[in-house]
Structure formats: structure tokens, C-alpha cells
């Protein structure tokens, strides 16, 4: 069973572009949350999806940031016309079903760079 | 609201030797789970321990192991006989059980020396 896969590694934007970050959850997992990673920070909650549905997107920008994750296919978040301050490592997390009970597995992130 | 402290930004420790990482946080709740995750330089987040709010026994992973003060609010990593690979940075984590996010801290960065 793989794990959870994002891509691309490594994305470079220059300001003003669209960036767009994708995620496969795990076999099996419905559920997807991504979060932002600032250098020397702790992750910090964006959003979380089931599929083809927001839950929760309290974390993310109001402007700019959007995230989806369809019936099939990849989760998606997108930024657009993006700016220096949203560069960081983004990483979605998958999980089989709601609740805390269920561990949050983690993809190996990507890095945005704007220049 | 749920907050998450690591008051140690860096920690070093001799190989073989033990160390701890200090972690506190703050909740209303009674019911909520707590992690520890390594971040090594791959930056993949690697799941250590985990600890069930309800249960009064510290959680265990080989030579990993979590003092778990609930009165406290306190939750630190005790990592024994220290080994190259335990460099990385360390993230404490706070979920609560019906939330749906996790709510980290800002990491302690481990170097183990040799």
C-alpha cells in the first residue's frame, strides 16, 4: 500500500503565477488535510476535505488559496497570482475516516519557492 | 483556544546517551490525543509516539517513551540510548478528538553527537 504521494517535490513560481500542489491520500482514505510549513515553524492547518466536499477550511487564506478534492482524481490546492510570503512546504496528510481517533498519515511535502 | 509549546528551539545529546524534549499545552478539552513526530532533513513527518488523553499510562515505542502530566498539561519525549538517526527536528502535537486539525508546535531541533 503506498503511501501517501504529493507532487511535485520542488515547485519554483515566479510572483504572480499559479501554483498548483497536488495530493494522493492513502488507499482507502476519504479524507485529506493540508497544512503549511513556514522555515523554522511548526505545520500549520489550511484546510480539510472529504471527497468532493470542504469540512473545514478555517485555516487558509481567504483570498488566493483554494483546495479541492474530486470524486477522482488528486486533492488539489491551489494558489494563485502568488507572492515571496507563500513560500513554505505544504503537506497533506490523509486519514481513513473523521475523527481523532484515526492517525493522520503524511506525504513528503512540497516545496514552493516564489521568486 | 488549543496551543501547542516547545519552549527548546535546539537540544543536543551525546550518542547513547538520553534526552528529553519538553512539551505543554493548553485545552479546555478532556478528551484529545498528543503526538510526537521526527522531521528529518528529507522533511518527511514520521509519526513516534502517540498518547490517548484517557489513558493513565505513558505511552511506549522502543526507546522512545512520553511523561504524560495531564494536570500538568505537560508532555515530553524521553529518547534513550541516542543514536545518529534521532537527529532531526522534533514536533509536538495536540488533537482534539472531535477537531480536525492537529495543532503543532514550533519544534526542537535534535543533534546527536558522536
Known amino acids: 500500500n503506498a503511501g501517501v504521494m504529493q507532487n511535485p517535490r520542488h515547485l519554483v513560481r515566479r510572483r504572480g503565477q499559479e501554483a498548483r500542489l497536488r495530493c494522493s491520500p492513502m488507499k482507502g482514505h476519504s479524507h485529506v488535510y493540508w497544512y503549511r510549513q513556514l522555515p523554522e515553524e511548526g505545520l500549520k492547518f489550511m484546510v480539510y476535505l472529504q471527497k468532493e466536499n470542504i469540512i473545514d477550511e478555517s485555516g487558509m487564506p481567504k483570498e488566493r488559496f483554494s483546495a479541492e478534492f474530486p470524486k477522482e482524481g488528486p486533492s488539489i490546492l491551489r494558489i494563485q497570482q502568488v507572492v515571496r510570503g507563500d513560500s513554505a512546504a505544504y503537506f497533506c496528510?490523509?486519514?481513513?475516516?473523521?475523527?481523532?481517533?484515526?492517525?493522520?498519515?503524511f506525504g513528503p511535502g512540497t516545496r514552493l519557492t516564489v521568486t | 483556544a488549543q496551543t501547542v509549546t516547545q519552549s527548546q528551539p535546539e537540544m543536543s545529546v551525546q550518542e547513547a546517551e538520553t534526552v528529553t524534549l519538553s512539551c505543554t499545552y493548553d485545552t479546555s478539552e478532556s478528551d484529545y490525543y498528543l503526538f510526537w513526530y521526527k522531521q528529518p532533513p528529507s522533511r518527511q513527518m514520521i509519526l513516534v509516539i502517540r498518547?490517548?488523553?484517557?489513558?493513565?499510562q505513558n505511552a511506549t515505542e522502543n526507546r522512545f517513551s512520553v511523561n504524560f502530566q495531564k494536570a500538568a498539561k505537560s508532555f515530553s519525549l524521553k529518547i534513550s540510548d541516542s543514536q545518529l538517526g534521532d537527529a532531526a527536528m522534533y514536533f509536538c502535537a495536540y488533537r482534539w478528538n472531535n477537531n480536525n486539525d492537529m495543532r503543532f508546535g514550533a519544534g526542537t531541533r535534535l543533534t546527536v553527537k558522536p
Open positions: 498518547q490517548e488523553a484517557y489513558k493513565q
Open positions: 496528510a490523509s486519514q481513513i475516516s473523521a475523527g481523532g481517533t484515526y492517525e493522520q498519515y
